[in-house]
């Protein structure tokens, strides 16, 4: 008997509505189920209340930023992959997100499928790891 293939969740957080809504649309097309935080803060209530599989974060937010959160998951009893986004980038702020343990960084804009791809590696690794 054959079982469903895992429906693999992701957290979007980013403090700008229109990347949200157009992160969820993409993600839910591409066959993701997806959550939304509006901030740093609300994305680490959003993680211990519910699973998730990914995180994916935009790096500057008002009350608690994309290394908070990255911060967070690391520490947490089930660390997920963490993917950073950001407008802001630099090769400064890249290192230090790979020094933090982030999954990815992604500057914006950046092509969808370019995301969907990481997004894929990411999944390929926690299959792996399972």
């Known amino acids: 008997m054959e079982t469903e293939p895992k429906t693999w969740r992701v957290l979007v957080i980013d403090d700008q509505q229109v990347v ?28 211990e209340d519910q699973g998730v599989d990914l995180v994916l974060t935009d790096l500057k937010m008002p009350i608690l930023d994309g290394y908070d959160v990255l ?42 499928e370019v995301l969907d791809r990481v997004l894929k590696q990411a999944v390929g690794l926690a299959v792996q790891a399972r």
């Open 20 to 47: 949200r809504r157009y992160l969820q649309m993409m993600l839910q097309r591409a066959g993701y189920d997806v959550l939304l935080a509006s901030d740093g803060q609300k994305g680490i209530q959003v993680l």
């Open 71 to 112: 911060r967070y998951v690391q520490q947490s009893s089930r660390p997920v992959p963490v993917i950073l986004m950001t407008a802001y980038g630099s090769p400064g702020v890249e290192a230090e997100a790979r020094r933090l343990g982030a999954w990815a960084y992604l500057s914006k804009p950046f092509e969808f």
